[in-house]
């Protein structure tokens, strides 16, 4: 596995703080050890991980929720 880096990602999809723990679920399904902050609001994903962004927005994608990796 590679370094831990922060990344944002855009998330599109969350309705409710129920979407908010999916998509916790989808991140730590590929990084038990990530941390990670959902603003519900803007869809704005920020997340402490050893998975590159791409990785991870395709990794929720299949999950649901369509996620590109933040500017
Ligand atoms: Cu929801």
Redesign the pocket.
């Known amino acids: 596995m590679s370094e831990r880096k922060t990344i944002a990602l855009d998330v599109k999809g969350?309705?409710?703080?129920?979407?908010?723990?999916?998509v916790t679920r989808l991140v730590k399904r590929q990084d038990a050890e990530a941390e990670v902050k959902i603003d519900l609001a803007t869809g704005r994903l920020d997340a402490s991980t050893r998975v590159p962004a791409p990785e991870l927005a395709a990794a929720i994608s299949a999950g649901g929720y369509a996620a590109s990796v933040a500017a």
Request: aromatic share 0%.
């Open positions: 969350m309705t409710c703080m129920g979407c908010v723990n999916a």
